[in-house]
């Protein structure tokens, strides 16, 4: 629905969260990342599209209540992943489960 609402959104915020997932490995905080960059440029489009109304990239009400409300909401559901990542418990792409987890029944 990003790429519908802001093109331009959609691609910053790929590239942001692809960037942040190849340097780090968590796939959570490159969510995290992403959805956070989308808002920032919600934000920032919708301003520049009222005070300039031919900026190509502007955003209108309901496209910035999307583009905050969505991403705050993949914010919200991904507290406990905030948590393993705070604790340096959280698991990177590609990272083997340890045998503890992977078997609880051990």
């Known amino acids: 629905m990003l790429l519908v609402c802001s093109p331009l959104t959609f691609l910053i915020s790929a590239i942001t969260t ?3 997932i190849s340097i780090w490995r968590y ?3 490159g969510s995290i990342v992403g959805g956070l960059t989308s808002m920032v440029c ?4 919708y301003i520049l599209g009222v005070t300039h109304p031919g900026f190509f990239a502007a955003v209108s009400l309901p496209q910035l209540l999307y583009m905050l409300i969505g991403p705050a909401l993949v914010i919200i559901f991904h ?3 905030i948590g393993r990542l705070l604790s340096g418990s959280e698991r990177k792409l590609g990272q083997k489960v340890p045998e503890a987890e992977a078997n609880p029944t051990a």
Do not use: A
């Open 18 to 20: 692809i960037g942040t």
């Open 42 to 45: 919600g934000i920032v489009f």
């Open 79 to 81: 507290r406990d992943n």
């Open 27 to 29: 796939v959570s905080l």
